[in-house]
């Protein structure tokens, strides 16, 4: 991986040999991710191994926007892109992070099953209970995504709870099916990291 440089024009930063060690790792742990998703077999595997897999990559992904260049990215996103495009890409991809780090008893993605009490258990306002308070009756999205791999499309919908009040019982799969999901979340992260790369022009030198 070539060190990661900022993607807007008048933001770009290289990073500190700190954030270079940091950000080579999670970038190669992130990429051998997307490269076993990307095979058949994967979908094969034990439901525990392929959602503890995909909860590393949300775990990892949540750590590099910390990155400052991510969020200028992220910003412009909100300029060139489809609508909603930036809020799942970072406040829906934190949503699903939060969930899957506060709450570790679940093995298996259509085992994520949650509502308000549980998810407020010690304090109410925060991350998990403002983000379904706010996307709570959003219209649904959605979106195609390429399969270079197989050459084939692969279409994904991301629903949001029509409420979000005591006693609703909301499941991560409503907001979105397994495998459509994991697709597309890896290919929406990895559009936002790839935007850190510098590609080599393979002419120059």
């Known amino acids: 991986m070539n ?9 770009a930063k290289k990073p500190s040999e700190q954030e270079l060690v940091f950000l080579t790792q999670a970038y190669n742990f992130f990429y051998d991710i997307c490269e076993e998703m990307r095979s058949e077999s994967f ?11 995909v909860r ?12 400052e ?15 909603m495009e930036a809020e ?6 934190l949503f699903i992070r939060n969930l899957l780090i ?24 925060r991350t998990i209970d403002k983000f379904l308070a706010k996307f709570a009756g959003h219209d649904f999205v959605k979106y195609r995504i390429w399969d270079a791999e197989n050459k084939k499309f692969e279409y ?11 006693g609703t019982e909301i499941m991560l799969k409503t907001f979105m099916p397994e495998r459509e999901g994991m697709i597309f979340s890896m290919s929406l992260m990895r559009i936002v990291l790839d935007s ?6 393979p002419t120059n030198g």
């Not at 260049?69 to 609508?83: D, H, N, Q, T």
């Open 102 to 125: 506060h709450f570790p008893f679940f093995k298996s993605w259509d085992e994520v099953l949650f509502n308000k009490g549980l998810i407020n258990w010690s304090k109410p306002g």
């Open 3 to 11: 060190p990661p440089n900022g993607p807007v024009e008048g933001q």
């Open 56 to 67: 590393d990559a949300f775990l990892v992904y949540s750590e590099v926007l910390e990155y």
């Open 69 to 83: 260049p991510v969020g200028y990215f992220l910003e412009a996103l909100k300029k060139a892109r489809p609508p």
């Open 196 to 201: 850190q790369v510098e590609v080599e022009d």
């Open 156 to 166: 994904v919908t991301i629903s949001f709870p029509k409420v979000y009040g005591e």
């Open 88 to 93: 799942l890409s970072k406040e829906f991809f």
């Open 43 to 53: 979908w094969q595997k034990d439901p525990y191994y392929r959602f503890s897999r």
